[in-house]
């Protein structure tokens, strides 16, 4: 949140490989061609150049699909119902698309926090995601069909009863219903498996996949479009199907570690955030250190498990019995510990 570190020199990052408008730049793309019920009709892999004509931020993708009058809203609003007819085939292919949202925390040069919920199911999001599982199952699918070897994720599917009585069948009604409902369904679902066979990936609803959409920031990306590349270029492997696996295993690695220290920075930085807009300033609120929350679990002999309603953030609290999971109860912020990033509720009757 207070600054990042590039994983390719920074000077290369900011020139050859940004996205400038008006500037021409070397890529890996795939051409596609998309009914509009969502079937892919055609496709295929190619090394190219091509020329930015305009960088968007999620936020003006949104305002571009909504307003009419916008010069990209006819482009970009074709490309969110290609979307949506996407999501909607993968969905019935089994995909579970949970979408929970997130948070984007800022951090001043002064130490002033800012804090930002954003709805991973808005149509700019959506219009992204769904167009990144198509490149990434694609290109999966281009490794497969020629041997070239790959790591492909996979995810094998929840146990149907078990899903449908612990989520529920029905869409949810109410906020808390969501949020309820979320929780339950991320935690059926199985752990992701990583192997240079393919295999479907269940929650995504895809017959095979790899990650080969963010080689600026993501190790075994650049892996494989370099391994694609290569293919391409000469029609035979960069790496060995033992390379592969050795290179992306090792990246998995340091990968799981460094998102380990990103939720612990960014749960340091969020507890600072209630430290300076509840406990120390209040902002302006009648009552700013009360907040909505929803029941995930309240197990006897133990703290019941909540989310905040205002932020996707979980704490722990003691609860009475009574309270069910789905409920919402109103807890107080009495404390923040920052060196056990920890914050301190308790439980408001009403």
Known sequence: PDGGVPMLPHGFALRAASLDAGQKRVSLSLLVQISGSGEVLSW?????????????????TEEAIQNQSSPWHEMLGHLFRVAQALRGRREAAGAINV??????????????????????????????SELMILCNSLLADFCRRRGL????????????????????????????????WRFRAMRRLQPADLDIIPAPHSSLGVPAYIQATSPLRRYPDLVMQRQIGHFLNSGQPLYT????????QRA????????????????????KY?????????????????????VLENQPRRKALVELVEYPFRVRADLPQTCEPGETVTLKLVGVDLWRRAAHFVHEAR
């Open 274 to 294: 209630l430290m300076q807009s509840r406990l120390e300033g209040g902002r302006s609120r009648d009552d700013p250190q009360l907040f909505g929350a929803v």
């Open 99 to 128: 979408d929970p949202p997130e948070m984007d925390i800022d951090v001043s040069p002064s130490g002033e926090v800012e804090v930002t919920v954003r709805q991973r199911s808005s149509p700019s999001r959506v219009l992204v």
């Open 241 to 248: 199907a033992e390379q592969v696996e050795s290179l992306v």
């Open 44 to 60: 295929e892999v190619s090394p190219a150049v091509v020329r930015v004509n305009a960088t968007l931020t999620y936020d003006e």
């Open 252 to 271: 998995e690695v340091e990968l799981r570690e460094m998102a380990r220290l990103e939720e612990e920075r960014n749960r340091y930085w969020f507890l």
């Open 149 to 180: 070897p790959a790591a492909y994720r996979s995810q094998r599917a929840p146990e149907e009863a078990s899903t449908t009585a612990e989520t529920g069948s029905q869409t949810p009604r109410s906020e808390a219903e969501a949020v309820l």
